[in-house]
């Protein structure tokens, strides 16, 4: 139920995703998005020992992690698009999304170890992707967006078609 759940409202968010860009911005939306996921790591980890009884609160907790997902895998890559233009565009989105693995590995890691340590209490990682997750909320505020009137005009302009004949 949970991947469904999650992949549902990640595939819904999608949807409005350029609309709540052009109302709060690209950096806006981002900031937000994450901070949603922020609030529901630290719920999840600060409540861990009511869940036993009742696994509906922390796996709805989790899908509503899916409209940071939605984020993170779009809209930096706008940002970047939109900065560096065509010419090395394709370089820049390889540099970003090696980025990404990286810190994704490297977070992967250190959650298995604190599992690990912690009996397998998979609540423990889960409060670790809550300080994680600040940290990218407090990083996501030194993004640089672009300086133009409409930022990311060129990235969610409906009537430009997807590709150029």
Partial sequence: YGLALFSTLAFDFALVLPYVV???????TYIVTQLIA??????????????????????ILTSIIAFNFTAFNSIPFAITSELVGTEKCGLYMG???????????LSGGLSLAVLNSENNDVTWPIGMGA?????????????ETSTKEEPMKNVYNESKPLVDN
Avoid: E
């Avoid at 052009?22 to 806006?28: D, I, S, W």
């Avoid at 529901?40 to 609160?57: F, Q």
């Avoid at 540099?95 to 590995?105: E, F, I, K, P, T």
């Fill in 22 to 28: 052009k109302l709060l911005g690209p950096k806006l």
């Fill in 38 to 59: 922020t609030v529901c790591y630290t719920i999840i980890w600060a409540l861990r020992g009511y869940w036993p009884s009742n696994p509906w609160p922390p796996l």
């Fill in 95 to 105: 540099v970003l999304n090696s980025a990404s693995v990286v810190a994704q590995s």
């Fill in 131 to 143: 300080i994680f997750s600040i940290l990218a909320t407090a990083s996501a505020l030194l993004l």
